[in-house]
């Protein structure tokens, strides 16, 4: 090897790593292009992909509001009202005619609370004991002004429970007044619950409502209970509601203006005001074919307890007018990921750009290289 060739080795050293740099690693990029995105081995297993059209925009916002499904055990009917141990009692006892046993020249009768034992027994004064739990009102009632019949002057009794744990919905949270609440004989629905309740202290749009019934558990927002009838569902005895304050919210990112994690601030976003929010395509880098959504759409309505969601993957070509048509009836869904892949183009310019700065140091350094042989 000549003295000149072995100068030259550094430069031609530095040329060599700069193209090994290229190709070794990866080139800065805000995410996978279009073609990696669809790509069946880069994605989740058992990922849906949906190009979007108007049928497929407007199928998706209809599996976009929240639903208690079917696995959820359901009322057709109120369940009765029976009592149960601890009720509390409001007893009125009205008498035809003056000096009897509750009635005198002032007053037709008496009134007076009793509550229900620990062993289910309702004791009332002249009445005596008598077995309460597991019996409705009426039945008590009846039972009571019989016990009275040969005692009082034509007995009537009046009966009404003012406190019962065993008939009453718990709700819990963010609400004007949580508490205990006594279902109606006539029933009582999702809806009386939380109005009686105070009402949700959020936006209905921000407030997530779970229902807990035994082993069952149910969780839509409140503006989706006021949209769709289904959900107002007849509630029953210890059934447990919590209402909590839960902004949705969706991510944008790759080749947009603007990209982070945003918070609907509506009761629905679609894909163009996602965008629009964004500051719209980034028209230096945007690949128009390659906006996609990544959701998880939830089981359907029908599907047994505990299937989990099924991930899916929205893509919108934005090259054709028809998209922006599109783009408004795509609703997003709580946590999905909104994104914009990179032109191709753009990831030539920069792999080019890398070359060129990898030339600039190879050629630097064979000038550095014939300077110091010129030294010599």
Do not use: W
């Not at 406190?163 to 004007?176: E, F, I, P, Q, W």
Request: charged letters at 20%.
């Amino acid at each position: 090897m000549t003295l000149r060739q072995f100068r030259l080795l550094p430069g031609v050293a530095t040329f060599a790593f700069g193209l090994a740099l290229i190709g070794c690693s990866s080139l800065p990029s805000s995410g996978p292009s279009a073609d990696v995105v669809i790509e069946p081995s880069g994605q989740a297993a058992g990922t849906r992909l949906i190009e979007l059209d108007l049928a497929s925009a407007r199928a998706a916002f209809d599996r976009r509001r929240s639903v208690i499904g079917a696995s959820f055990p359901r009322l057709t009917k109120p369940n009765p009202i029976l009592l149960g141990r601890g009720d509390v009692l409001d007893v009125r006892v009205m008498e035809a005619g003056d000096n009897g046993l509750f009635a005198n020249s002032q007053t037709r009768g008496t009134q007076f609370t009793a509550q229900i034992d620990q062993a289910g027994d309702l004791f009332t004064p002249y009445g005596g004991s008598m077995k309460a739990a597991d019996r409705s009102p009426e039945q008590v009632r009846e039972t009571l002004q019989r016990s009275l019949a040969d005692k009082a002057i034509q007995p009537q009794v009046l009966l009404s429970v003012t406190a019962s744990r065993g008939n009453s919905v718990t709700v819990l949270g963010d609400v004007g007044r949580p508490g205990l609440f006594p279902l109606s004989p006539a029933g009582t629905r999702l809806i009386d619950a939380i109005a009686a309740a105070g009402g949700a202290r959020s936006a209905s749009f921000d407030t997530a409502l779970t229902i807990k019934r035994k082993d069952a558990v149910a969780t839509l927002y409140l503006d989706d209970l006021l949209a769709e009838r289904d959900n107002n569902i007849l509630l029953a005895a210890n059934d447990e509601i919590l209402v909590a304050s839960a902004p949705r919210s969706y991510a944008i990112l790759g080749a947009v203006t603007t990209s982070g994690d945003v918070k609907f601030g509506a009761a629905t976003v679609t894909l163009a005001e996602a965008l629009a929010r964004a500051g719209g395509l980034d028209s230096l880098a945007a690949d128009a074919g390659g906006v996609f959504v990544f959701s998880s759409e939830p089981p359907t309505p029908d599907a047994a307890s505990g299937e989990r969601p099924v991930p899916v993957l929205y893509r919108l070509d934005f090259s054709s007018p028809q998209a922006f048509f599109i783009a408004r009836q795509m609703h997003l869904r709580d946590k999905d990921v909104v994104y914009v892949a990179s032109a191709p183009a753009v990831e030539l310019a920069r792999v080019l750009d890398l070359v060129g700065r990898a030339t600039a140091v190879a050629r630097g350094g064979v000038g550095l290289t014939g300077d110091l042989q010129k030294s010599h």
